[in-house]
């Protein structure tokens, strides 16, 4: 399978504070992705990150790509309730054919 | 625009009967997928098309066939739906000449099979 993991499963924390998931991937990527699905939604695009990119930020996402371990971390900051949802790495392979993690459930607290 | 469209929302078969979950979208997306997604599994390609005539296999396309006869169109097909294939599907397109770009998903379509 070439399918994803993501650790941890699931992550419970308080508003305001920083909110960290993990992705690994097991085959030679051209880029790698990241996902949020809110509860019965589809899922939306976040942020990508290229084969040759160490680290990216938009707003209060920042990712980074490990190409010789196979990883990518996905840090939220100052987290909002608004945040809670699932997140879920994606990467895209050779043959136009895109792969996803299992996926992180995030929960912040009020 | 409205993007990706899937219908219908939700779905009852009984083992072995076949329908059709559609999927369109208004974008001029080359690329369009398929997915589906099970509790603790994450998303699961079933199949895919980098545009219209082509098809391919994903990670998990038993049970299911595809066609792609148009752009906007990609209706995934169950032959003889099995309680196996109870699950949640997602369709999802990317922009022209980019098939590793951003992914635009519908809102997916339940489906139960009795």
């Known amino acids: 399978s070439q399918q994803g993991e993501e650790d941890p499963q699931a992550l419970s924390i308080q508003e305001g504070e920083n909110a960290t998931m993990n992705c690994s991937y097991k085959?030679?990527?051209?880029?790698l992705q990241w996902y949020r699905q809110n509860s019965g939604r589809g899922l939306v695009h976040l942020i990508l990150?290229?084969?040759?990119?160490r680290e990216k930020h938009s707003g209060r996402l920042r990712v980074t790509l490990d190409t010789s371990k196979k990883s990518s971390s996905l840090l939220i900051t100052a987290s909002r309730a608004a945040d809670t949802a699932s997140y879920f790495c994606?990467?895209?392979?050779?043959?136009?054919?895109?792969?996803f993690g299992t996926g992180t459930s995030l929960t912040v607290i009020p | 625009n409205a993007g990706v469209t899937q219908t219908p929302k939700f779905q009852v078969l009984k083992t072995g009967q076949s329908m059709t979950l559609q999927c369109a979208q208004d974008?001029?997306?080359?690329?369009m997928s398929w997915y589906r997604q099970d509790p603790g599994m994450g998303l699961r390609l079933i199949h895919y098309?980098?545009?219209?005539?082509?098809?391919d296999q994903g990670e998990v396309p038993n049970g299911y066939n595809v066609s792609r006869s148009t752009t906007e169109d990609f209706p995934l097909r169950l032959l003889s739906a099995a309680p196996s294939q109870t699950s949640v599907y997602f369709c999802?397109?990317?922009?022209?000449?980019?098939?590793?770009?951003?992914?635009?998903f519908g809102e997916g379509s339940r489906l139960t099979v009795l």
């Open positions: 999802a397109s990317s922009r022209p000449g980019q098939g590793h770009g951003e992914l635009f």
């Open positions: 085959t030679s990527i051209n880029n």
């Open positions: 990150i290229r084969s040759n990119e």
């Open positions: 994606a990467y895209g392979v050779t043959g136009n054919q895109f792969y």
């Open positions: 974008m001029n997306h080359e690329y």
């Open positions: 098309s980098v545009g219209a005539g082509i098809t």
